[in-house]
T-cell receptor
Framework: SQQGEEDPQALSIQEGENATMNCSYK?????LQWYRQNSGRGLVHLIL?????REKHSGRLRVTLDTSKKSSSLLITASRAADTASYFC?????????FGTGTSLTVIP | GAVVSQHPSRVICKSGTSVKIECRSL??????MFWYRQFPKKSLMLMAT?????????EQGVEKDKFLINHASLTLSTLTVTSAHPEDSSFYIC????????????FGSGTRLTVV
């Protein structure tokens, strides 16, 4: 499979805690993107990090990229119940998208 | 498990013709499938949500008559690009929700459409 792996597959935390999700991929990439998907809804683009970047912030989101390890992490700080969703990483290699298997995050109020 | 097969992976068509892209869930039933479009160096854009046995829900700005979606069975959704034009050239990808799977969604490998 060309898809990456995400870890953990499921994560349950209390509101206010931080959530960290990891993504590993297999090919050389142009960029890596994180998406969110609420149950029954389509993907929402969260953040893009280019292959020459190591860290990027957007609001409560922090993404890191380690191209030597072919891995990325998404940190959501001060989580909220509304953050409950599935989170996917996707890598762009050439002109092909490869998606990770996703992490299901549950934030308990 | 939870494999989504998308076909074809690449297609080149002449301007004015129609192209059909298939999205199949191979080992599970998918009541909902999603169709996305990706422009060069951009992120994916949700085009429509395909619901088995009912009409698709299109996102704002997506032409229903141009991008026909049919979800006639629990394992197959099709996207037909009608009267294709060069500006329709793009990468199209589908995903399906897979009930019972904790991470819930599986993606097809995408279709590269080139309209000449």
């Amino acid at each position: 499979s060309q898809q990456g792996e995400e870890d953990p597959q499921a994560l349950s935390i209390q509101e206010g805690e931080n959530a960290t999700m990891n993504c590993s991929y297999k090919t050389s990439i142009n960029n890596l993107q994180w998406y969110r998907q609420n149950s029954g809804r389509g993907l929402v683009h969260l953040i893009l990090i280019r292959s020459n970047e190591r860290e990027k912030h957007s609001g409560r989101l922090r993404v890191t990229l380690d191209t030597s390890k072919k891995s990325s992490s998404l940190l959501i700080t001060a989580s909220r119940a509304a953050d409950t969703a599935s989170y996917f990483c996707a890598t762009l290699a050439g002109n092909q998208f490869y998606f990770g298997t996703g992490t299901s995050l549950t934030v308990i109020p | 498990g939870a494999v989504v097969s998308q076909h074809p992976s690449r297609v080149i068509c002449k301007s004015g013709t129609s192209v059909k892209i298939e999205c199949r869930s191979l080992d599970f039933q998918a009541t909902t499938m999603f169709w996305y479009r990706q422009f060069p160096k951009k992120s994916l854009m949700l085009m429509a949500t395909s619901n088995e046995g009912s009409k698709a829900t299109y996102e704002q700005g997506v032409e229903k008559d141009k991008f026909l979606i049919n979800h006639a069975s629990l394992t197959l959704s099709t996207l037909t690009v009608t009267s294709a034009h060069p500006e329709d050239s793009s990468f199209y990808i589908c995903s399906a929700n897979s009930p019972g799977k904790i991470w819930g969604y599986t993606f097809g490998s995408g279709t590269r459409l080139t309209v000449v």
